[in-house]
């Protein structure tokens, strides 16, 4: 009798275990938009200390343990930095890309560093939020003057949690970030631009391979070639061409990579990856950045200041 029971038992459980195994491995099936597109629409987020480049000697694919101590080194060089965001979002973390911990966000070249040329060694050797000093505004960091977004071609992330809201039409995608400039159109019409119209966000234009949206952005400003990196900055000239792709991996993780190609400062073309998260409550707030940024006044100041104390 108990022998029956138990073999009846062990039955159940290989067909729930065969059942789950199944339900598991079935393969994600993205949503569709009213138009048959897939549905990439939401606000998505960032949040992790990975940062663009990768010291030497570490490999792309961490561990658990070593992540979470690599990020908490990370961690140490932003102390003394009063940004509440910094600290508001838990523990430092490492960008988890398809359940893999990351050290760096470019993937190519192998040794994950940025393939500049001898130009962009020149232009890019600083730390992008140090500046190049206080003589005037020119020399701050585009964050500090209110005149850079996060969410430009190519899209990057830093320490505290940035969001991206994506809304779709038939015709245009639209990305509206948490940030100084917020609004990004991309172009699934082929829209063009004039080459003379020329932006720090370039022009995009868009198409569907599969359920993977693949952007290409060029027409960008030489004005300002820099882009917001925790060490030195990226760079991007008016002969960049940016190639992303999104694809929606589960319903929460959009996977991102990106191509750049630009011979004005890389030997060769680099790439780069990590993941969005949904972000369940939706949310986006105004980012009024130049409303009030007494930053900049103030650290010009105090640099004349310091200046008049030395004489």
């Not at 199944?22 to 992790?48: M, N």
Request: hydrophobic share 35%; with cysteine; net charge negative.
């Amino acid at each position: 009798m108990y022998a029956r029971i138990f073999t009846i038992i062990v039955f159940a459980a290989c067909l729930y275990n065969v059942s789950s195994s199944t339900q598991s491995s079935a393969p994600y099936r993205i949503p569709k938009t009213e138009y048959g597109q897939p549905d990439l629409q939401g606000v998505w987020s960032t949040r992790f200390n990975t940062l663009l480049e990768r010291p030497e000697g570490i490999p792309l694919v961490l561990l658990p343990q070593q992540a979470a101590g690599y990020a908490e080194m990370i961690t140490q060089g932003l102390s003394g930095n009063d940004d509440p965001d910094i600290d508001l979002f838990g523990p430092p973390q490492l960008a988890l890309v398809k359940g893999e911990y990351r050290s760096s966000i470019i993937v190519y070249p192998e040794n994950g560093l940025l393939p500049y040329n001898e130009l962009g060694a020149t232009v890019s050797a600083h730390n992008y939020f140090g500046g190049l000093g206080f003589d005037h505004p020119e020399q701050r960091p585009g964050v500090e003057r209110c005149i850079e977004s996060w969410g430009s071609a190519p899209m990057r992330a830093f320490a505290y949690q940035l969001f991206h809201g994506i809304v779709q039409t038939s015709g245009k995608i639209a990305i509206i970030s948490e940030e100084s400039v917020p609004l990004r159109v991309i172009h699934m019409d082929g829209q063009g631009r004039p080459d003379v119209i020329r932006s720090f966000e370039g022009h995009s234009i868009g198409h569907w391979e599969g359920d993977t949206l693949v952007v290409e952005t060029t027409h960008f400003s030489d004005t300002n070639p820099e882009r917001a990196s925790m060490g030195r900055p990226m760079l991007i000239s008016s002969m960049a061409r940016v190639s992303e792709r999104f694809t929606r991996g589960s319903e929460s993780e959009l996977f991102y990579q990106y191509t750049v190609d630009d011979p004005v400062y890389y030997t060769e073309p680099w790439r780069g990856e990590f993941s969005f998260t949904r972000d369940e409550n939706g949310h986006i707030y105004e980012y009024s950045c130049h409303e009030g940024n007494y930053s900049m006044v103030g650290a010009l100041r105090g640099a004349r200041v310091q200046e008049a104390q030395t004489k």
